[in-house]
């Protein structure tokens, strides 16, 4: 199960890795510009290493140090918030290309609920596909999120994994109860290879 973390709202000091470690976290993804990659993801890594969680770089478009990241040992997670995929295909192709030896994977609008999201266009240039479905900002409910998981692993097989919101809506940061939270994990499961939850500081879940 991986992990959102954005250092400017949570700094990476004020994290406790061993309890992100005993809750379940196998991966974090840490949020990072052109001009501060070099001073977060080393700290990053370094404490994430110790207790045996893996690291990724959080990015947006334009992100030019992806094969630095790559010599960190670090993996690129690419956020693609868009309803014009085709403009990015260029950019995601050379960021694969730039990620050779660590995992690459592209987060982006969940298909179907937020028009075509054309998720073919971009399976082939990475590792994962992470579809954010966000219940809070969409109207849809945890019982439908198995079967929307199930039809985008049968589209995709193994090249899902599911983004979960930790609190209600953009409108509304109140971190979820951990029953909600774990039933919205629980019906994920069974058709994704993992989750990844968003994100650290906005959120009660501890296990």
């Keep these: 199960m991986g992990y959102y973390i954005n250092p400017s709202v949570t700094p990476i000091s004020e994290i406790n890795f061993s309890e992100l470690k005993r809750a379940g976290i196998t991966d974090i993804y840490v949020l990072v510009k ?3 990659y070099l001073s977060i993801l080393p700290e990053a890594k370094t404490k994430a290493d110790s207790v045996g969680i893996r690291t990724h770089a959080w990015v947006f478009p334009g992100f030019k140090y992806a094969s630095q990241v790559r010599d960190m040992k ?5 956020d693609v918030e868009t309803y014009n995929m085709s403009e990015y295909v260029s950019e995601i192709k050379a960021m694969r290309q730039a990620t050779q030896g660590v995992t690459f994977s592209i987060s982006v609008k969940p298909d179907v609920w937020d028009g ?17 479905l966000y219940l809070g900002e969409y109207p849809h409910e945890i019982s439908s999120l198995s079967d929307w998981v199930m039809m985008y692993n049968l589209i995709f097989p193994g090249k899902i994994v599911v983004g979960l919101q930790t609190y209600h809506s953009e409108n509304d940061t109140t971190p979820l109860n951990e029953s909600t939270l774990l039933a919205e994990i629980r019906a994920v499961q069974l058709h994704t290879r993992g989750v990844i939850l968003f994100r650290y500081g906005l959120s009660n879940y501890d296990g």
Aim: aromatic content about 16%; overall charge negative.
């Design 34 to 36: 052109n001009d501060n």
């Design 116 to 132: 075509n999201q054309y998720y073919n266009m971009i399976a082939p240039y990475c590792d994962y596909i992470v579809p954010m």
């Design 74 to 78: 670090i993996g690129v997670h690419l």
